[in-house]
């Protein structure tokens, strides 16, 4: 039980300080994340938006206020993270970070579903 606490924090600590990194990029360098999403085919209207949905899904995530809308963070993590792969893919870039993502938030989901449900 003590392992898998540990393991569950390790991993939902590194998808919260991924998208808390990645928001703080959309804000900060919101130029440079432009030219990215136009080379990757994605609107730049969205990155504002996102950037305030990662912050939320954190906040989701790491509070136990409400399951649901947990679960609906993780789920938009995930198709985050699915998104970005075969953008990546497309793009014929390396997948190896948002595999690790999807990999984080899966040990993160599921490991939680054991210990909290």
């Known amino acids: 039980m003590k392992t898998q606490k540990i393991v569950y924090w390790i991993a939902t600590g590194l998808i919260c300080a991924l998208m808390l990194a990645s928001a703080g990029m959309y804000i900060v360098n919101h130029q440079g994340v432009s030219e990215i999403f136009k080379q990757l085919g994605f ?6 938006p996102l950037a305030f949905a990662k912050i939320l899904g954190v906040i989701a995530i790491t509070t136990k206020k409400s399951r649901t809308l947990k679960e609906w963070a993780y789920a938009g993590f995930f198709y985050d993270f699915v998104l970005a792969f075969m953008a990546h893919y497309n793009a014929g870039e390396s997948v190896l970070g948002t595999s690790i993502a999807i990999i984080l938030l899966a040990v993160s989901y599921f490991v939680g579903k054991k210990l909290f449900d």
């Open 43 to 48: 609107p730049t209207f969205v990155i504002y």
